[in-house]
């Protein structure tokens, strides 16, 4: 990211995650809402160790983030902003913003969470400080009727029902994962035999 001097602000989308690994639907939700919400970029975010799940074992930091900059190759609205894995420990989301926000404060951030998740931003550490830092954006699933209190912009996205989850479960079975991520990752997984 690149610190601006002007006075008009930069509208720049963070989606964060573990990305373990980053699929298809990750990247369809990045680039739709950036278009939708007309923002510059909207910025993959990799936590080190997410902040609310203890035992939730994700793969070295350096293998997720080689996926996501190859799943992103060629795509102008898509990024990647490494201040979690480079700051180590839990990922939360609010020193991240509050580092990022004195970093560029010419950027207004726009956070990007799955629909479901909505309903949790309140057990989210300083979670009333970081709504002063950033606009949230939740991406509507099917079936879902959100019932949140907060301010949140919320984004229509055509549902893939893929998970990271389920793709680690296919590679533990030895079963194909192409077409749930991009080729490129599917190769890379494959070469550095990940999740089997
Ligand atoms: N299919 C999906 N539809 C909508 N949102 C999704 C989908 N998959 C992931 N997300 C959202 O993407 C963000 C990053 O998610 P994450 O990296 O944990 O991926 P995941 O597929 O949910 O992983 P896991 O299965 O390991 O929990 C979260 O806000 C999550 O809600
Ligand atoms: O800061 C928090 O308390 C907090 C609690 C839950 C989730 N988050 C962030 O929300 C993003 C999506 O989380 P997850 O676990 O669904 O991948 C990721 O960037 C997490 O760091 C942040």
């Not at 996501?68 to 180590?88: P, T, W, Y």
């Not at 913003?97 to 404060?105: A, G, Q």
């Not at 909505?118 to 949230?136: C, E, G, M, S």
């Amino acid at each position: 990211m690149t610190a601006l001097s002007s006075n008009s602000k930069h509208k720049i989308g963070i989606f964060g995650g573990t990305f373990n690994p980053i699929h298809n639907e990750h990247l369809f939700i990045a680039d739709q809402v950036c278009e939708y919400l007309g923002l510059e970029k909207v910025y993959l975010m990799p936590d080190y160790i997410p902040p609310h799940i203890d035992e939730k074992h994700a793969i070295d930091a350096d293998l997720r983030v080689d996926m996501i900059k190859l799943a992103i190759q060629g795509n102008n609205n898509l990024d990647i902003e490494l201040s979690e894995i480079n700051r180590k420990g839990k990922s939360y989301t609010y020193e991240t913003m509050l580092e990022l926000c004195r970093k560029y404060p010419n950027n207004e951030y726009y956070f990007i969470i799955g629909g479901d998740m909505v309903d949790y931003l309140p057990k989210w550490h300083r979670i009333d400080d970081l709504l002063n830092l950033v606009n949230f954006v939740g991406v509507r699933r099917a079936n879902y009727v959100p019932k949140t209190d907060y301010p949140v912009t919320w984004v229509d996205v055509p549902e893939i029902d893929i998970s990271s989850t389920m793709i680690r479960n296919k590679l533990s079975r030895n079963q194909s994962v192409r077409y749930l991520v991009p080729e490129n990752v599917n190769v890379y997984i494959k070469e550095h035999s990940i999740y089997r």
